[in-house]
């Protein structure tokens, strides 16, 4: 019927990039690179959701790095403190987080915008408040240590390798799941609900239910991500949560490219990168790794401030250039 | 395929603004019924609050029978009514293609009719056909009206509304729109215009209504409210009809 624009199917990026994901312990079995691998894997689940929410639907929220705190949180609270599986935590950190993109999404029926952007930090700072006060849940300020490694059927997955294969695992099957939503009917309206909400109205896009069903789903994810963390690393604190956490996110997807899959993905795995850059390139002195964690803002500042100038469409805009070159030489 | 719609003693504004006093309107299936009147008359507003992005304060809304008055826009889609918006209203960044495919998101995805409604559209349109791949924002006005009617038209409506869809637009690309609004019309498809070219609308409609502050202030058929003293007066520049 309708050929839809697709020269380069994601499935596709998907597959390599698992390839790529299998290949790197085989490589370098690092235990630092694999700890920084982990990071970048549990940032592109954030990510991956935030693009849905943020870059295909246009609502931003400056409040998802609170969303990844509520899955860290439940998780490590329901496997530490019940006693439950890590499985079920991990699960009932995405409700949780889930659940609370829902109470988000409320503001969101009614704003746009900046004022959406503030409602949601708002958001955020509530949040972290509540992360630091609750300690009888969340150990407060100082943070909360020894949680548990992911265990799966009774296996505890506690090698460096496991668990990098375990969030990337998980790091794909997100990506696989949300490149589909976006190849379908409901991509398609975040889409129109991006471009026109009156259009997407009249053409008969129940606008509510989806702006409240994408916060959901983004929410979620982010909490996947959050419980992920939480188990791999074994600590966390508020620190970790707060308002410039979300700005980075945001941030990315911005660098990344509004509408784009793969170009926030990629920022997501550079940007998180960066300050780690001694994890890649093993020669690299400690002063400039120092360096680079010192001006890691400002850099994401630079970065931000020269794709809205150079780039407005983001990594994923040069993506798309590229491909519409290769297919214009292609017919030469 | 037409469809019935009746309006009975419609009110609605924005807020305490009360904009439609009173409006009752009908259009009979496979009818072309226009609705003309000044800038600020109540026009889109009275479309508005029939495809339900706006809701009544008082008044009935039926489609062939059925209530729709206050519905959720997406249910009144669903309903088979279809509204061409003022401005239009196109994903801009998406393709031709897909702002069509958009158009049919109220239809299930396996509905036999949406692809038979896709050819359709690509036969009253051809322009349509050729630029499937295009990024719809680099359309011309025209082109971009015609696809803002093609999109209506994939919802399979059974009465479609259109705001002021010759806007702006050149007289060539005019004409090309009005041709198909009278073949969907010829079709069976009932048909309410809303136009500030009441010699344009008149042209082509069966029926016309005059709206002034919000009520209806005159109706009748076409020709006769082109010939009538008033009309011509208002809203067709006080000089007789001497096109055609």
């Known amino acids: 019927m309708i050929r839809t624009r697709l020269a380069f199917s994601p499935y596709v990026a998907i597959a390599i990039a698992a390839a790529a994901v299998a290949a790197v312990p085989v490589l370098s079995p690092d235990r630092y690179l694999l700890k920084v691998l982990v990071y970048v894997g549990v940032n592109v689940i954030v990510i991956a959701g935030l693009a849905l929410l943020f870059g295909h639907a246009g609502q931003i929220s400056m409040g998802h790095a609170a969303f990844v705190g509520i899955g860290a949180y439940t998780s490590a609270y329901c496997v530490g403190h019940v006693g439950l599986p890590w499985l079920v935590g991990a699960l009932a950190g995405t409700a949780l987080a889930a659940a609370g993109g829902l109470v988000l999404a409320l503001p969101a029926l009614r704003l746009r915008g900046h004022y959406l952007a503030m409602a949601t930090l708002g958001f955020n700072e509530i949040m972290y408040v509540a992360f630091r006060e609750a300690r009888g849940i969340t150990g407060g300020g100082d943070g909360l240590g020894g949680i548990s490694y992911p265990e799966v059927a009774g296996l505890s997955i506690d090698s460096p390798v496991g668990v990098y294969l375990l969030v990337w695992g998980v790091a794909l099957v997100v990506l696989l799941l949300v490149a589909n939503i976006l190849r379908s009917r409901p991509g398609r309206a975040m889409r129109a609900l991006h471009a026109t909400e009156n259009g997407a109205l009249a053409c008969g896009i129940d606008t509510v239910g989806l702006k409240i069903r994408t916060f959901a789903l983004s929410a979620g994810l982010a909490g996947l991500a959050g419980a992920l963390y939480a188990h791999s690393v074994g600590f966390i604190s508020p620190g970790t949560f707060g308002l410039d956490q979300s700005v980075i996110y945001v941030a990315i997807v911005v660098v990344g490219g509004a509408g784009s899959l793969a170009g926030p993905v990629l920022a997501a795995i550079a940007l998180t990168l960066l300050p780690y850059a001694d994890a890649l390139i093993p020669g690299l002195g400690k002063d400039a790794v120092a360096l680079l964690q010192d001006w890691e803002a400002d850099i994401y500042g630079i970065a931000m401030i020269a794709v809205v100038i150079l780039a407005p469409a983001g990594i994923g805009g040069l993506l798309t250039r590229l491909r519409i070159g290769r297919a214009g030489e292609a017919h030469v | ?244």
């Open chain 2, 1 to 244: 395929m037409g469809a019935e719609l009746r309006i009975d003693g419609l009110c609605a504004g924005y807020g305490r603004v009360d904009v439609l006093r009173d409006v009752t309107l009908r259009v009979d299936a496979g009818e072309m019924v226009t609705l003309i009147g000044s800038n600020g008359a109540g026009k889109s507003t009275l479309l508005k609050a029939v495809a339900g992005l706006l809701r009544p304060a008082a008044g009935t809304v039926t489609l062939g029978g059925v209530p729709i008055t206050g519905m959720a826009p997406e249910r009144i889609v669903r309903q088979r009514l279809a509204l061409v918006p003022e401005g239009r209203m196109l994903f801009g960044p998406l393709t031709v293609d897909e702002n069509l495919l958009i158009g049919a998101h109220s239809r299930p995805a396996r509905d036999a009719g949406v692809a038979a409604d896709l050819e359709r559209v690509r036969m009253l349109f051809p322009m349509l056909a050729e630029r499937g791949a295009q990024i719809s924002a680099t359309l011309s006005g025209g082109e971009q009206q015609m696809l803002a009617v093609g999109r209506a038209l994939m919802s399979g409506p059974e009465v479609l509304l259109l705001d002021e869809p010759s806007l702006g637009l050149a007289p060539r690309v005019i004409a090309a729109i009005f041709e198909a609004l009278d073949t969907l019309r010829s079709e069976g498809l009932s048909i309410l215009l809303v136009e500030q070219d009441a010699h344009l609308a008149l042209r082509h409609a069966d029926r016309g209504y005059v709206m002034r502050n919000g009520a209806i202030a005159l109706e009748g058929p076409a020709d006769k409210l082109r010939d009538d003293e008033q009309v011509r007066h208002a809203y067709l520049g006080g000089r007789p009809e001497t096109r055609e």
